[in-house]
């Protein structure tokens, strides 16, 4: 009856005029679009099984975003050391393999988990990646007609057939492709013409006109700085609206730009700061608007209220469709010395959480779980901002008051709608200790080798923590045979799609290592 629906209206909308527009009200194609994503979104399958491998273990693979579409299809991203097997090659659809260390790879899973849809290779990629990298290390986004744009640090070969010519050795890749297809409707590169950006912190989102929004950090000259009036260099792309502050020498500053959907650039502008360094972990569209978030060592002009100049702490900010800040809001301890730091975020049904470390107790609204241990001791802490204030709602801290935990975050927390609760993946202390600090029932488990993991659940509202289940992450004392969740997500009424990074020895971790995309029925996740 759905279907019949649809094409009825399609009829109707022929009498649209035909501007080929999903976001335009005008458009025929913006009823099309409406009413196919609503037939699409009825056709959710919580019960399914599947599981993809990559890698031969020999080499490095390193698995980054994981999103799920409308269509109930998943895009994935990753860094590869060797070319991945796919429909009996190892080129990809466009041939664009580039045998380089690591190349950047995307790939599309079917929404029955039973195919790949396509997989492609987006450039060389041997800049702005580690072990524990961030997702948005390879954005990706959805256009509202379905599409998937990508944006991505590159240092290979230039592509042919692009709007631009890549030039100078880095340069951000920015495509647009059909999500069931795989074929590139445009591609170009997003060059920085004096060479003054840094190969992290950047990210690209797709807001609700099809712009693709985006930032990366800026840094001045190493003698000498002047204010960076020249921002990226990109089809159609003006000059910013607003320079960098570039008072030190090699300063780091955040700067965005705005892509139409056609590729067509249109604007952007720097958010001057006069700290050393301003890192982001967080942006994503809110309607035509943007959320940022990261930490700064200052703050960012007119914008006061920094807890402790010249020291990182973490921000919460919004940002107007002209790429104009309007709010922002500092957070953390005023304490000297305080290593500080924001490492993952999530935005989801509406709300934002940071994740990260802290070494210092930092009073907040809110509390319900303690920081653990004296001053000096590394906890983790959750936060969660009010979206369209910046108003900090809550903070907790998970820790063991005799030891540190570890300084990385895998990128895996989601949030899951059928139960209600968001859900991550932590490294546990390396000596088998529990949390402390949690109260009665809510921990469970033993940890005794290498690499041991937590499964932490808490509550969207309170940030309460519901359930801590710790499990191993390897099976013997050495730390071989490794099995740990790096990213996952939910792609239907409570179905995960987790990614899971394996290796066969702890001493080949950061050289050696195969990965698994998989999904069980919904009501098998644990």
């Known amino acids: 009856m759905l279907f019949i629906l649809f094409l009825g209206i399609l009829s109707f909308s022929d009498c649209k005029i035909n501007l080929n527009n999903p976001s335009d009200p005008r458009s025929k194609s913006y009823f099309e679009t409406a009413l196919w994503n609503a037939y699409l979104n009825t056709r959710c399958i919580p019960e399914l099984r599947g599981s993809f491998s990559f890698g031969s273990g020999n080499t490095l693979i390193i698995p980054l975003s994981i999103k799920p579409l409308r269509s109930g299809n998943t ?22 393999h580039q045998n380089s260390v690591l190349n950047g790879v995307v790939f599309v899973i079917d929404r029955y988990f039973s195919r ?17 990298p961030n997702p948005e290390t390879i954005s990706v986004d959805e256009f509202s007609n379905g599409d998937l744009g990508f944006f991505a640090l590159v240092n290979g070969t230039g592509r042919t057939n692009t709007l631009n010519d890549k030039s100078g050795l880095n340069a ?29 912190s950047y990210a690209m989102t797709i807001n609700s006109s099809d712009q693709m929004g985006i930032v990366y950090q800026g840094i001045s000259e190493t003698t000498a700085p002047t204010s960076d009036t020249t921002g990226l ?15 030190v020498v090699s300063q780091k500053e955040l700067a965005l730009a705005v892509i139409a959907g056609n590729g067509v650039g249109i604007r952007q502008n720097f958010l001057p700061n006069t700290g050393t360094t301003t890192d982001s972990i967080l942006f994503k569209a809110n309607g035509e608007n943007y959320l940022l978030a990261g930490e700064t060592s200052n703050v960012f002009n007119s914008f006061p209220g920094h807890p402790r100049i010249n020291e990182a702490r973490g921000f919460y900010s919004l940002i107007n469709a002209s790429l104009g800040m309007y709010s922002v809001n500092y957070y953390g301890t005023s304490t000297t010395s305080t290593t500080y730091k924001y490492l993952k975020s999530i935005f989801i049904n509406g709300e934002v959480y940071l994740v990260g470390s802290i070494n210092q107790p930092d009073s907040s609204t809110n509390t319900i779980h303690p920081y653990q241990g004296i001053a000096g001791r ?16 809550w ?13 990385v975050i895998p990128g895996n927390i989601a949030y899951n709608s059928a139960r ?9 202390v390396d000596n088998g200790s529990p949390f402390d600090g949690l109260g009665p029932g809510i921990q469970s488990g033993t940890i005794v080798n290498a690499l041991g993991q937590a499964r932490v659940k808490w509550n969207p509202s309170t940030g309460a923590f519901q359930n801590i289940q710790l499990y191993e992450g390897s099976i013997d004392s050495s730390g071989n045979n490794g099995r740990f969740i ?8 409570g179905r995960m799609v987790t990614v899971h990074t394996m290796y066969n020895t702890f001493a080949t971790l950061s050289s050696a290592r195969r990965i698994e995309i998989s999904t069980i029925p919904a009501w098998e996740e644990p």
């Open 395 to 407: 903070s907790q801290y998970l820790g063991n008051a005799t030891y540190n935990v570890p300084d």
């Open 233 to 247: 260099s990109f089809p159609n792309l003006p000059a910013p609206t607003t320079g960098s502050n570039a008072i």
């Open 378 to 393: 590394r906890n983790y802490q959750i936060i969660k901002p009010e979206v369209n204030t910046t108003n900090l709602l």
């Open 172 to 200: 951000f890749f920015v495509s647009r492709y059909n999500q069931y297809t795989g074929d590139i409707i445009w591609q170009g590169y997003a060059n920085k013409d004096n060479t003054r950006f840094s190969t992290a």
């Open 420 to 428: 209600g609760e968001v859900v991550g993946h932590f490294l546990t």
């Open 75 to 96: 895009v994935v991203t990753a860094v590869t050391q060797e070319p991945l097997v796919w429909n009996g090659n190892t080129y990809g659809i466009h041939n664009n």
């Open 116 to 132: 790949i849809l396509w997989l492609d290779y987006i450039g060389e990629m041997s800049y702005g990646i580690d072990d524990w």
């Open 486 to 493: 790096s990213n996952q997500t939910e792609v239907c009424s």
